[in-house]
């Protein structure tokens, strides 16, 4: 059992991607191939902070004297539980502020959305050298704030329900390992205060229809009892959606997509069995519509079983 | 059993993905019904026009229904008739629903789509659009809420024009629709009794078409587009004929001429100023012991339409510009302005989720159809239920968006006569909820905008007076709950206002409609 936790559990929470002009959370737990064993319960929190001065305007890059830093803190906190070994849930909801270092504009505060997942761990064999998994998540995030979902850049995320699907394929030889996975986002239509906005065309409605999108990830690392360390490249595109035209606003229902890399460490001091410190940094390299970010995170986790081990 | 629940989640999680979201919107203006007026207002033949009550236009007398040609233009009709495509069918349910109707949308849509203020040029100056290249950038026109209100109210008094005059060559060839001159035509709009030559869908098309090359010269592609598919409408639905339709266009294009010539020299062209301009009201303010305002964005911006306060209004006598200009805005250092500055501070900390919704709801800045726009779609969403004929649709929306050009003008007199700070300028660290409009504060145009349009719809719609006027103070009022404007702006911003709007009140009692 012992060799199980240890070598199967990990990121109890990861990193955040802040893919687009607004602020996406989602917990690794989500996006990696380690699972939790039956009655563990891992609890986490999360601290990232998020900053940028340049965006893209359609697929022009630009700053904006206005806004000088759009910057961002998410607290995140939230629980992964092993239903069994091979199925675990979470829930995670994130507590988010957002201002400009420039102009007069009013950040953001709030909890934004809960998001949920279950994972299941469909696949697990050895092949080769190494060991195969493959995972099947499925996800969803619902509101909990009533926050203003119309107010980019400082809104906290689009105040809409979301369901995704992903598929995760992870191979690890040894110590060493490589993931890959792909996620299918279906975004259900946000409600606006407005009653009226021009898209590439006049809406009479306080109904925005937000595209669909995917988001594909590659990872490699090492992975030690002591320490994980992996560099990480993610792809999030909205298929649809319409480009900002020149100096003005950003929309919610505006193609954002995001090429982002990043690295993430994680320590677990052998001296306290559960506890788990992670940091982590990505940055924007290519984007359209978004702002090109640069974050960095830190958490701590604690995982431990719920059941008494029978001796 | 743990691989049935497992396969009855992975079941339940598909079912779930598909039916979670949502993704259907119904608009509210593609449920608008097809128009059937509850009167067809035969005698606005006697209606007063705006400007063209001197004016003589030409249409050339309709050939008689046992034509050869008038025969070949019902066949037509008839062949569209024979094969309607699920996409024409779509093309008579949007277009019935009224050409002004459906000829302000568009408008307002141009007007959202070109609210965009120009991206500086690299040494910090801004660039303005030029007219005669519209589409460089900056495109041609800048619709801010100004160039917007004006545009709106041409347009309207033309298409208000221009069907009155239509009306009268109506009652003159007296030549019905084609449905009721032929049995086998069908009427796939409600049926009228309205004679047919010239149409009142082409002259509306016709006079909005050819007050576009003025007003949004870079669109005129898209407006062509609109004009031939609204003709195709006419015809596909067995209201008009090809000869109906190219007299009311042609008519139509005739009125234009009238209000093409009265735009072109209502001065509106010169209203950005010059550095000369904008300079003097800086020092006109100092010499006045007052703090000049100054542009908050980075870099500066010159003062939006300065000279707007010198456009010839269509309402108002010039002279009364001025004339009901409302008094100074309280001093610093007063009590009153302690105190309303005080509370634009305390709005600056309000995170009442109410007010952010009320400040977006009437934002109506970049990218909108702007404040006028706004009143604009609230009137149509109201007559829409009324089933006015065309020519009373023009005729309310004329006495609106008259009064919104005219309101503009008086707002902009006030603003730039007094040249008054932003409380954001006085006091550093005041956050506001939405962007700081780039002129001076007092007094808000949201408000005066928003008092001229609820006293104009009041008139034209008194059992709902009330409501009109609870959200033209919640409009103004929404601009210090902002964080963007002193109470005293919207206050006497909404009182300027109605009484501009009483302007267009007395027009519209005395033009006959009654």
């Known amino acids: 059992m012992k060799y199980l936790l240890q070598y199967t559990y990990r990121y109890c929470v990861g990193i955040v991607a802040f893919v687009t002009l607004t602020q996406t959370v989602c917990a690794q737990t989500e996006s990696d191939a380690i699972m939790i064993p039956k009655n563990y319960l891992c609890v986490a929190g999360m601290y990232a902070h998020n900053n940028w001065d340049h965006y893209w305007e359609g697929t022009l890059k630009r700053e904006n004297l206005n806004l000088g830093d759009i910057s961002s803190n998410i607290y995140n906190v939230g629980v992964v539980y092993g239903l069994s070994n091979r199925i675990n849930i979470s829930a995670f909801t994130p507590y988010i502020t957002t201002k400009a270092s420039a102009g007069t504009l009013r950040g953001q505060r709030g909890f934004q959305d809960i998001n949920l997942a279950f994972k299941w761990m469909a696949v697990r064999e050895q092949i080769g050298r190494g060991l195969l998994s493959f995972h099947a998540i499925a ?154 970010n640069f974050q960095i995170m830190g958490g701590i986790d604690y995982v431990f079983s719920v059941k008494k081990e029978k001796k | 059993m743990k691989t049935r629940i497992l396969y ?228 596909m639905a067995g209201a008009n004929t090809r000869s109906d339709w190219d007299a009311g266009e042609n008519l139509g294009k005739q009125v234009a001429a009238v209000f093409l010539a009265r735009a072109r020299s209502d001065k509106a062209g010169a209203a950005i100023g010059t550095q000369t301009d904008w300079t003097k009201f800086e020092t006109d303010a100092k010499a006045a012991g007052n703090t000049p305002w100054i542009s908050l964005e980075l870099p500066h911006r010159p003062p939006m339409l300065p000279l707007f306060t010198k456009v010839t209004p269509l309402l108002l006598p010039a002279a009364t510009v001025a004339a009901i200009r409302p008094a100074a805005p309280y001093k610093e250092g007063t009590a009153e302005y302690e105190k309303d500055m005080q509370e634009v501070m305390a709005m600056s900390n309000d995170h009442s989720r109410e007010h952010e919704r009320i400040v977006a709801f009437w934002a109506d800045g970049v990218g909108t159809t702007t404040p006028p726009g706004h009143w604009n779609a609230i009137a149509a969403e109201e007559f829409v239920k009324h089933n006015y004929s065309e020519v009373r649709w023009a005729r309310n929306l004329a006495l609106l968006n008259m009064a919104e050009m005219d309101a503009a003008i008086v707002c902009w007199d006030t603003k730039y006569f007094y040249f008054n700070p932003r409380p954001t300028q006085m006091v550093a660290g005041i956050k506001t909820l939405t962007g700081i409009p780039n002129f001076p504060s007092y007094i808000s145009g949201h408000a005066t905008f928003s008092g001229a349009a609820a006293t104009v719809l009041g008139y034209l719609v008194p059992e709902r007076a009330t409501e009109f006027m609870t959200m033209a103070n919640e409009a103004g009022m929404s601009r210090l709950y902002g964080g963007i404007h002193y109470r005293n702006d919207c206050t006497v911003g909404l009182a300027t206002g109605v009484k501009v709007g009483a302007y267009a009140v007395a027009k519209g009692k005395a033009d006959g409609s009654n």
């Open chain 1, 139 to 292: 996800s969803g995030s619902i509101p909990v704030g009533n926050y203003q979902g119309d107010y980019l850049p400082f809104a906290l995320g689009s105040r809409s329900k979301s369901i995704a699907v992903r598929g995760l394929v992870n191979y690890q030889i040894g110590r060493f390992f490589v993931a890959g996975a792909g996620q299918y986002i279906r975004r259900d239509n946000m409600t606006i205060d407005r009653d009226a906005y021009y898209t590439t065309e006049m809406h009479y409605t306080n109904q925005v229809a937000l595209p669909n999108a995917t988001n594909f990830l590659v990872s490699a690392g090492f992975r030690s009892l002591l320490l994980n360390v992996e560099a990480i490249a993610t792809k999030y595109t909205t298929l649809g959606g319409f480009d900002i035209t020149r100096n003005n606003m950003p929309f919610p229902s505006n193609r954002m997509n995001a090429t982002a890399i990043g690295g993430l460490v994680k320590y677990m001091p052998q001296t306290i069995r559960g506890l788990e410190f992670t940091a982590g940094s990505n940055y924007v390299v290519a984007g359209r519509n978004v702002g090109q």
């Open chain 2, 8 to 235: 009855i989640s992975a079941l339940l999680s598909a079912a779930l993905f598909v039916a979670s979201c949502k993704k259907d919107i119904t608009e509210r203006n593609q449920e608008f019904p097809a128009l059937a007026p509850a009167n067809i207002d035969l005698n606005a033949d006697t209606w007063v026009p705006i400007l063209t009550g001197a004016s003589t236009f030409t249409v050339a007398t309709p050939e008689a229904i046992t034509t050869p040609n008038y025969l070949a233009d019902l066949n037509e009709i008839k062949s569209y008739q024979k094969n309607l495509t699920s996409e024409q069918k779509d093309i008579i349910k949007y277009w019935s629903a009224g050409s002004v109707l459906r000829w302000n949308e568009i408008l307002r849509e141009l007007v959202a789509k070109h609210n965009l203020p120009p991206y500086q040029n690299d040494d910090g100056s801004y660039p303005f659009p030029s007219a005669a290249n519209p589409l460089a950038y900056p495109l041609f026109p800048f619709s801010n809420p100004p160039y917007a209100a004006r545009a709106y109210a041409y347009v309207s008094a033309a298409q208000y024009d221009a069907l009155v005059q239509a009306w009268k060559f109506k009652k003159s060839f007296n030549r019905a629709a084609p449905y009721k001159n032929d049995v086998n035509v069908q009427a796939l709009v409600p049926k009228s009794d309205l004679p047919a030559y010239p149409s009142e869908d082409a002259v509306v098309a016709g006079v909005t078409a050819q007050m576009m090359v003025l007003l949004f010269p870079g669109d005129l592609d898209y407006i062509q587009k609109k004009v031939a598919e609204e003709k195709l409408f006419r015809l």
